[in-house]
């Protein structure tokens, strides 16, 4: 089994959960793709009825409105019954880092606003701690100024190691997200200690939009794990 195999058998059983009727956030990212493609595929063989679509990125739109999924927004539909997406890293307690993907800012709100959030990984994906992988801790800036909240935010979590970057489209120009803002990733070589209070500190740095800790907000977390039976021989 491939990872994207893995991926799309975490994405199939999340589907499980949707009922005809419901109002469904609809995440982003490579294994959130496989849920909405599911979700197309149930939506046009009937099984599924009267759905309604958020979408969290333009991309997520794009490919809903490919599959014929009815959608909206969160002016018309603020209470979400559940939504489906994927996550970078998922700790014991159930929290995330998301926003490697760009759309933190649009997850968030959506997931915020949601009854159920059904996260899916393969098991790449778990961690004792946030942030403690080495990988990107993705936040959100606006792009005025965006040197001087890089550097407050470095500064912020010194004790952590942190190196904040600036982050790259493929031409190397600024990332810029469906809302119009840069996204600064945090590198950090020791774990963050209190969640909360890490994530409370960046939202009181000004040019802070969002950041990517998704904490106390998932409410099942399904993980595609590949069990290999080792045969010895007798
Ligand atoms: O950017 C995001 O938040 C995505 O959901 C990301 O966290 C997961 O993307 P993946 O399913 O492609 O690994």
Known sequence: LTQDELKKIAAYKAVEFVESGMVLGLGTGSTAKHAVDRIGDLLRQGKLTNIVGIPTSKKTEEQALSLGIPLSDLDSHPAIDLAIDGADEVDPHLNLVKGRGGSLLREKMVEGACKKFVCIVDESKLVKHLGGSGLALPVEVVPFCWKFTAIKLQNLFERSGCVAKLRNDCEGKPFVTDNGNYVVDLYLKKDLGDLQIASDATLRIAGVVENGMFL????????????????FGI
């Open 216 to 231: 106390d907000m998932a409410t099942t977390v399904i993980v595609a794990v590949l069990v290999l039976d080792y045969f």
